[in-house]
Structure formats: structure tokens, C-alpha cells
């Protein structure tokens, strides 16, 4: 099984702040790593596929980089709309499995 | 628009069976796979199960594996779970979810999830 591990488990900031969340995956994953987004009472929603790919509706704001076994999701100018729990989730082979998540906060 | 609506989610006793369904639209279903996965409320998320456009393939978490069977009916537009020897760590919101053209596939949408309670 694939371990994916994700740094920090929770981010402090500020309105405003370009934040960038780690995802670690234990072996090589190719492309197939995709980001979630969970907003407090809601399912989640996938944000990022194949590390780049943004999502249908997803803003630019979002971005997706890294290869191999390391990953990033950078977010440009926080707002209030985007304090959420972020996963990454690989899915290049079985079991699929996802990351313990990062929590963005504000401030 | 893509809809997903889980059911059967409800209290049951350690070592019953559940079945939870998952019916879709706003799309082709037979075109994609589809894939249960859950959250301990409070806890991150856990793939448990995914199935192939034509019911052909299936996977399971080693959690789940043996226990649980995941299945579809392409022309009733819907995907199940079937839970047997259910345990308390199977307590969870249980997210039906569609995948890509690939088997192996991220989650694209997500239904709002129905909640197992396994408990004496």
C-alpha cells in the first residue's frame, strides 16, 4: 500500500497569504495525484488531478506541481472561502489511498 | 448536473450486514467507474471500494476486503455496497463517488454521504 503523508497537518494563516501544502507519497506515483478540498459540514470536492489539472470551476488561484513522490498545492491569496481541510489522494495503484489531510486555518 | 444520493446508512449491531445504495444522474453512468468511500466524522478519508464501467473489475481496501462487495446495475443507474460481518471500526459516513473513464480513478463528484453506525 501506498502511504501518502502530508505536511504540515495544520497551516496558520492570514487572509491574503499564498500558502503551499506537501503531500509525500511513499513510492512513485507517476501523475496520478489529485487534491480535495472539505469545507466543515460538507463533502468534499476535488480541486487538482494528474498534479496540474485543475478541476471543472476550480479558480487559478489553485495550482498543482511536483512528480515522482512529491507534490504541492500551492493556494495564492487566501480567502475566507478556502479555510478548509485539504487531501491528496494517489491513484496509481491499488488501494487508493489518501493523505491525513492539512487543515487551513485562519490566523 | 452530476447528482449522486446515497442510502441505507443507519445504526446496526456488530456482525449484521448492510447494503448501501447509490443511485446517480446528470450523466452516462455506464461510461464511468464509480467508488465508496468513507470518513469517521472528525477523521480524513478512506477509499474503501471502486468498480469498472461494466461491473468487470473491482478493488477493495485491505480493511474491507473479504467483507465487502461492491456492485452496479448499469441500467438502474446505481452502484451498491454490500457490508457483511460489520464491526464497530466500520462506523463512518459512507461518500458514493464517481470516477473517471479509468477504473483507477480520482473521485470527480461526490454524494453527500450516508451514515453506518455499527454498535450494540
Known amino acids: 500500500e501506498i502511504v501518502m503523508t502530508q505536511s504540515p497537518a495544520t497551516l496558520s494563516v492570514s487572509p491574503g497569504e499564498r500558502v503551499t501544502l506537501s503531500c509525500r507519497a511513499s513510492?512513485?506515483?507517476?501523475?496520478?495525484l489529485a487534491w480535495y478540498q472539505q469545507k466543515l459540514g460538507q463533502a468534499p470536492r476535488l480541486l487538482m488531478h494528474t498534479v496540474s489539472t485543475r478541476a471543472n470551476g476550480v479558480p487559478a488561484k489553485f495550482s498543482g506541481s511536483g512528480s515522482g513522490t512529491e507534490f504541492t498545492l500551492t493556494i495564492s491569496s487566501l480567502q475566507s472561502e478556502d479555510f478548509a481541510i485539504y487531501y491528496c489522494?494517489?491513484?496509481?495503484?491499488?488501494?487508493?489511498?489518501f493523505g491525513g489531510g492539512t487543515k487551513v486555518e485562519i490566523k | 448536473e452530476v447528482q449522486l444520493v446515497e442510502s441505507g446508512g443507519t445504526l446496526v449491531q456488530p456482525g449484521r450486514s448492510l447494503r448501501l445504495s447509490c443511485v446517480a444522474s446528470g450523466f452516462t453512468f455506464d461510461d464511468y467507474a464509480m467508488h465508496w468511500v468513507r470518513q469517521i466524522p472528525g477523521k480524513g478519508l478512506e477509499w474503501v471500494s471502486g468498480?469498472?464501467?461494466?461491473?468487470?473489475?473491482?478493488a477493495y481496501a485491505d480493511s474491507v476486503e473479504g467483507r465487502f462487495t461492491i456492485s452496479r446495475d448499469n441500467a438502474a443507474n446505481s452502484v451498491y455496497l454490500e457490508m457483511n460481518s460489520l464491526r464497530p471500526e466500520d462506523s463512518a459516513l459512507y461518500y458514493c463517488?464517481?470516477?473517471?473513464?479509468?477504473?483507477?480513478?480520482?473521485?470527480?463528484?461526490w454524494g453527500q454521504g450516508t451514515l453506518v453506525t455499527v454498535s450494540s
Open positions: 513510492q512513485r506515483i507517476a501523475s496520478n
Open positions: 463517488t464517481r470516477g473517471y473513464f479509468d477504473w483507477m480513478s480520482r473521485s470527480e463528484y
Open positions: 468498480i469498472s464501467f461494466n461491473g468487470d473489475d473491482t
Open positions: 489522494q494517489q491513484y496509481n495503484s491499488w488501494p487508493l489511498t
